[in-house]
């Protein structure tokens, strides 16, 4: 058969060849100036990695810190932080109105806080303070007489610390309305300021060089790699409370105390006190990791001016303890609330557990029963304590404690007995410390830095914080952690006297084994949209839950 030429619109084969050579030259000349842009005078060798098992596990722990760093809104980075795990953190939990007897040496270590005995000199007004303190007098003494000469209600409020605790918060609010209303036309921040009552503050965060346990001994002994590191200090997760009956916030911070470069703030005595935290008498439970400040994050007076504490825990400590231990007990309870109240407002400004801070953060706080009175400044200079942060750290955070003052002797008929013009002073002096403007106070956070700026769809923006709310509201899950009993390890575990019983449970070797400990937050199964519900019908489940883009599909 005769040999036909193949034509293309009116092109013959020939052309297409021609026009291949063409590109198959250019392809190599491409090619040939791109091996030569490759080579350099000075040799680049890629990063030689330590591919050992400690050097990778590490990476991976920096990865995910920078990750969380790099987030853009609050929002994310709380719901980064619990991802890693489903059921919560086994976290030790450390709350201001339940000091231990041994505990304070530890707070301090889990803080890194060392204590001065004193405020400050020359960090309040005294001056003005003192003048207006002496037109305040009357005014005070009538609100003792009401609080403290006799009873305000005929309700039984239960125990005698309730009773105590409910007529210190009534005495501390009406403290704060008879200052807020007198001092408000020369301090132009508390015109605007934001009183919460009883807010809910918790901190959350990692605490490194604590001694192993004999549980965690035992496994590294059995494991055949961690055999030589056998007694290496391990990492823990620490839950802190705060509950104070008072909290007036603005819209500036206050400034710092000292530089941070100061040596109080660089190479002051912190106690370095490792030991499990079950041997200072703190306990442990399973917890979402949790940071709330008092307030929703989107706040515009998002600053705490000055935090209100009671003191009725006092009683109870020293009827077990000994009245000479309630000192060392005031101090772990302001340690605890200082640093938890700190670390919550740093949170909010983009720093917390795995981000440390760029500049100090200062907070103001008086702890009183109406006639006893403590103040405190607390100057927050690191933030990030996992790992080796713990001890050696360049930084150190400063709590300044006053010693005991009473505002009046005594209640009689007569009259308020013996008022402290000082106490009142110190209070007001604190009230009228003014905050500053901070340049890029938040420089790990978006300019938008909360989810409602986010560029999601709206429902997905809802869902998600629907999501976080529920893990920081504290409620327990539908379906708790799983757990082996007694009678498990005893015939299962330990003893295999059921052979033929189906291998179900998590410590069961079987075909879907799942260790719980391991469980992420975005590992479920898909939520199943309804036909009525569906935007797109061809989109049957929900997409999962992921902290970079709100929610993705797999």
Known sequence: MAATRLVWKGRTSSTFLRVSYLSRDLARRNHNAASLSEYTDVPEYPEILDENREARKRRKTEAWHQKITGLPTLEQKLM????????????????????????????????????????????????????????????????????????????????????????????????????????????????????????????????????????????????????????????????????????????????????REDSLATSAPVPVENLDPRAYG?????????????????????????????????????????????????????????????????????????????????????????????????????????????TENPYNNILWLSPEQNLFEAVEESGVKGLNEEVLTSLIAMYLKKGIIRENASPYLAPYKYLAGHNAPEEYREEFQNYLRDLLSGRPRKLLKPEMYLWEKIYKKDNNTRPYESPRRFFEDHFNQMNPEKRRLDEYSPIYIPKACRKDKKQKHKPRLDSENLYKYD
Request: proline content about 4%; hydrophobic content about 35%.
């Open 282 to 390: 703190f306990k442990f439970k399973h917890k979402h990791a949790t940071i709330v400040t008092g307030f929703w994050p989107g706040e515009k007076k998002e600053h705490s001016q000055l935090w209100l504490h009671s003191r009725e825990f006092e009683e109870k400590f020293g009827l077990e303890f000994g009245l000479h231990n309630v000192h060392n007990a005031l101090i772990q309870k302001m340690i605890i609330s200082s640093f938890s109240q700190a670390f919550a407002h740093a949170t909010y400004q983009g720093f917390g557990p795995v981000t440390e801070l760029t500049y100090p953060i200062v907070h103001q706080s008086a702890i009183s029963d109406g006639q006893k009175w403590n103040f405190s400044l607390y100057q927050m200079n690191t933030c990030v304590l996992h790992s080796e942060n713990a």
């Open 80 to 259: 980064e932080l619990n991802m890693p795990k489903y059921y919560g953190y086994w976290s030790c939990r450390l709350h201001d109105a339940k000091p231990t007897l041994q505990g304070t040496p530890f707070t301090r270590y889990a803080t890194r806080t060392h204590v001065v005995e004193g405020l400050p000199e020359g960090y309040h007004e005294k001056e003005a303070a003192g003048a207006l303190a002496k037109e305040l007098k009357d005014s005070v003494e009538e609100l003792i007489l009401l609080n403290f000469q006799s009873t305000l209600s005929r309700r039984n409020f239960g125990l005698g610390r309730a009773i105590e605790k409910r007529q210190t918060q009534n005495f501390l609010l009406g403290l704060h309305k008879i200052l807020a209303s007198s001092l408000a036309p020369s301090a132009e921040h508390l015109k605007d300021a934001v009183v919460d009552i009883r807010p809910r503050v918790e901190a959350f965060w990692f605490l490194g060089g604590l001694q192993p346990d004999n549980l965690l001994k035992k496994k590294r002994r059995n494991f055949k790699y961690m055999k030589d590191k056998e007694h290496d200090p391990m990492e823990r997760s620490i839950q802190a409370e705060s509950s104070p009956c008072l909290c007036v916030r603005t819209s500036l911070g206050l400034p710092e105390v000292v530089s």
